[in-house]
């Protein structure tokens, strides 16, 4: 079993509360930072494609989180760079440390993926062997993963999670998608038809310790629930936990597209993802329901 991890993205979401998580379990755990403060955190800068090599020192597995938010800014050419380079120039920073490394002890290297891979696929059911979509999310997917697939030419297990929407009231999309239920204002956007795939936070952190802990696992695995919901159902279910009206109207596209310009694809997209592969691993969700993974969200 891997016992010092490298994490990157260890601020965001899910890189914090994976850390925690591994420190509990008695890993150690070393992150990079371009602001590196405290102990076992290491300098990188990806723009300038530096890195503090140190950050190898001892690790015998990489989790790979980091990479600019998508939904966060207008959709230019350059903010479309800056999302894929993020993800891109991250992993061959990375890797191209590891090849240069002359006593490095990794076999394993995990990343993040997404499940906009896909692209938007209506009600089909989308497994791991589905074709790469259509759009910019699809490529940008498409690109990440084909640089961190360069991992198994210097003979690391590679592992990629293709992750729908983590919940958690600590970030990510829940406060974003609440807001509008917490103002009397929840419905239902686009056609409200749109498969969205979900998980719960804690479960998505267990999905990446599985996937260190597994030497079985390998290649990429949707890392959602068995139930993916559709956007009505998501809000209905929101609604619902925090006692407030779910209205029978839709947000029209028209408006989504004045507020939100290219990026409305991000919110209309339907990914129909089945867990499969991921229960044949053996791994076992705390959460199978959305209602029940909100009920505990907001008791908290």
């Not at 696929?121 to 699809?138: Q, T």
């Amino acid at each position: 079993m891997a016992q010092k991890i490298l994490i990157t993205g260890a601020t965001g979401l899910v890189g914090s509360a994976l850390k925690t998580k591994l420190l509990g379990m008695g890993y150690q755990v070393n992150t990079l930072s371009r602001k590196p403060e405290g102990e076992n955190t290491y300098r990188w800068d990806v723009k300038k494609q530096e890195i503090d090599a140190a950050c190898l020192n001892g690790v015998d597995a990489i989790i790979h989180l980091a990479g600019e938010p998508v939904a966060d800014k207008k959709w230019t050419d350059e903010r479309k760079k800056e999302i894929i380079d993020s993800r891109v120039k991250s992993t061959e920073l990375l890797l191209r440390t590891v090849k240069e490394s002359q006593s490095h002890n990794i076999k394993t290297f995990i990343s993040a993926s997404a499940v906009g891979y896909y692209g938007d696929c209506g009600d089909e059911i989308l497994s791991e062997e589905s074709p790469n979509g259509i759009g910019f999310l699809a490529d940008c997917c498409k690109l990440w993963e084909q640089s961190v697939n360069e991992a198994k030419k210097l003979g690391l297990r590679v592992v990629k999670l293709r992750t729908g929407i983590a919940l958690s009231k600590d970030g990510g999309a829940l406060p974003q998608l609440d807001m509008p239920v917490r103002l009397f204002a929840g419905a239902s956007i686009g056609t409200g038809k749109q498969w969205t795939p979900w998980i719960h936070n804690d479960d998505l952190v267990n999905m990446y310790v599985a996937a260190l802990e597994n030497i079985n696992m390998d290649g990429n695995y949707n890392a959602c629930a068995p139930f993916p919901v559709t956007n009505i159902a998501l809000t209905k279910a929101i609604a619902k936990e925090l006692h407030r009206p779910f209205w029978p109207i839709k947000v029209p596209k028209a408006a989504l597209d004045l507020l939100l310009g290219e990026r409305v694809v991000a919110v209309l997209m339907s990914s129909n993802t089945s867990a499969q592969k991921l229960l044949d691993s053996g791994f076992k969700f705390k959460f199978t329901r959305v209602e029940e993974a909100l009920a505990d969200i907001y008791s908290k």
